[in-house]
């Protein structure tokens, strides 16, 4: 089992860049894929991107392709989410996620991740 806690969340105006840590303590992190998804107000959390546990594939929502960036460290057992010119409309809970998964296919769907962190709000002001 792996345990989960994301970081860097925060308030920023339009334009700004924030990046996110999600730490992951527990078992050996490097066999893990790594998501991010987001949740709006009143809205289903959707998918973001997600790292392979060796870094060679990642995959990006079409609405953040050319501004986030997903990376990891498996020496220090965390994924980076950096998010350049960020809107308004980026404004939600993020959260990341995990799966026990050797392979470099890459899952968007929340259910085949099967661990979660607790989230950190991201606010954008226009």
């Known amino acids: 089992q792996v345990q989960l806690v994301e970081s860097g969340g925060g308030l920023v105006q339009a334009g700004d860049s924030l990046r996110l840590s999600c730490a992951a303590s527990g078992r050996t992190f490097s066999t893990y894929q790594v998501g991010w998804f987001r949740q709006a107000p009143g809205k289903e959390r959707e998918f973001v991107t997600a790292i392979s546990r060796n870094s060679a594939n990642m995959r990006y929502a079409d609405s953040v392709k050319g501004r986030f960036t997903v990376s990891r460290d498996n020496a220090k057992n965390t994924v980076y989410l950096q998010m350049n010119s960020l809107k308004p409309e980026d404004t939600a809970v993020y959260y990341c996620?995990?799966?026990?998964?050797?392979?470099?296919?890459?899952?968007?769907?929340?259910?085949?991740?099967?661990?979660w962190g607790q989230g950190t709000q991201v606010t954008v002001s226009s």
């Open positions: 996620a995990a799966r026990d998964f050797p392979g470099n296919f890459i899952y968007r769907s929340e259910d085949q991740y099967d661990y």
